[in-house]
């Protein structure tokens, strides 16, 4: 973060810094963060579909992140009433069976886009872990279903907070396959598609579109793509504000805002 | 023993030999001893759940090789194989580019193995 930014990462850098002052300018009370875990703090001994973190403090990130990505390590705050309003306190809402996590530790899924968006790591936080790694996973359709939870809670939540949703993911992407570092997309086809999705507010589209076959073949990890069905859902299936693919040496990396709902 | 046990168990290893720098300097400097103490653990008679585990023969060979090739073809998670990789090839190893070069030109071959355990 303190050394000079590389030039092809400038225009993610640049659109990073536009997400900043949009999400400044909504002054949000808390940030609810839909991302995945990458085997850091979850991994197939118990790994859950859906989990949410509602400590009043968490902390970022893993040692072998520190290590290997040079990420520094911090201290998030949380919002555990909000957590709770999104868990149910005693028992869970109908329909949703979450897991739950009293100690969240957040990778760079999260801490790389709050390091961006909001340095200052000040608005509280309430992660929901997504299982976008480990087979089997939720299905498309869940995740468009997380994100109207995510909405219809916020809304009825009697803490009147101004809530930003917020989620990462990616478009078609390769990772410890044929195709990884190749300096383009490993799934052009499905990128195109995809921001269709995304200006549309097509959440129907989407949700049809991404079989976990046809996630695979646009790439061996592009599950994390379904981060952005619950956002979508989240945003009340409108079209956003902004959608735009910024080109690096990972492929394309979608950056997408919705507006007030 | 199962075949998705057994990718769960490839996938253990390289999430343990990862996750701390002590486990992996540990690993680096001798593969047969880390694996070995990995698999006495599971088999105490108190094991320190969840931490350490067992391996085929032919899954023990390709750690102990460094043998990303066997691995892959095996059903490692690609994720969770790629930075093991980069890993115990560490900062001094060989550059990242060209060890991503070598890594899928040994892969292709296999195609895309089932990774789910």
Redo the contacts between chains.
């Keep these: 973060m303190v050394d000079p930014v590389p030039g092809d990462l400038a225009e993610v850098a640049a659109a990073f810094d536009r997400s900043r002052r949009r999400l400044a300018a909504a002054e949000p009370d808390a940030i609810v963060f839909v991302a995945s875990d990458h085997f850091r703090q979850l991994v197939t001994s118990n790994m859950p579909a859906f989990m949410v973190g509602k400590a009043p403090s968490m902390r970022g990130t893993h040692p072998n992140e520190v290590r290997e990505f040079g990420l520094p390590v911090r201290e998030v705050p949380g919002d555990p009433d909000l957590a709770r309003d999104l868990l149910g306190r005693h028992q869970l809402p109908d329909g949703f069976d979450f897991a739950f996590s009293d100690e969240p530790w957040l990778d760079h899924a999260f801490m790389v886009p709050l390091l961006y968006l909001r340095p200052q790591l000040d608005v509280p936080l309430v992660p929901i872990f997504t299982n976008c790694n480990a087979p089997p996973l939720p299905g498309a359709a869940r995740f468009a279903a997380l994100g109207e939870h995510i909405r219809t809670t916020i809304q009825r939540s009697s803490l009147e907070r101004r809530v930003a949703v917020l989620a990462t993911g990616h478009l078609a992407f390769e990772l410890g396959g044929p195709r990884q570092l190749s300096g383009g997309s490993p799934g052009p086809d499905f990128d195109e598609e995809a921001l269709g999705w995304i200006r549309a507010g097509d959440v129907a589209g989407a949700v049809a579109g991404c079989t976990y076959e046809r996630l695979l073949d646009a790439g061996n990890l592009t599950f994390q793509f379904l981060n952005f069905i619950a956002l979508m859902a989240a945003a009340g299936a409108g079209p956003p504000e902004l959608a735009e693919a910024v080109h690096c040496r990972f492929g394309p990396e979608p950056f997408m805002t919705w507006g007030s709902t | 023993m199962g075949f998705d046990v057994s990718r769960?168990m490839i996938?253990?290893l390289m999430?343990e030999i990862?996750?701390?720098?002590e486990a992996l300097d540990s690993f680096v400097e001798d593969p047969a001893a880390f694996v070995a103490a990995w698999e006495g653990a599971a088999s105490a008679p108190e094991p320190p759940y969840?931490l350490g585990g067992s391996l085929t023969g032919e899954e023990r060979d390709a750690f102990e090789a460094w043998d990303y090739e066997r691995l892959?073809a095996l059903g490692?998670?690609?994720?969770?194989?790629?930075?093991f990789v980069?890993?115990i090839h560490g900062p001094g190893g060989t550059p990242v580019?060209e060890l991503?070069e070598a890594?899928?030109a040994a892969?292709?071959p296999h195609?895309?193995p089932e990774?789910?355990?």
């Design positions: 769960y996938d253990k999430w990862d996750r701390s720098d969840p892959y490692a998670h690609p994720y969770l194989l790629w930075h980069r890993a580019g991503s890594f899928k892969v292709a195609g895309y990774f789910a355990t």
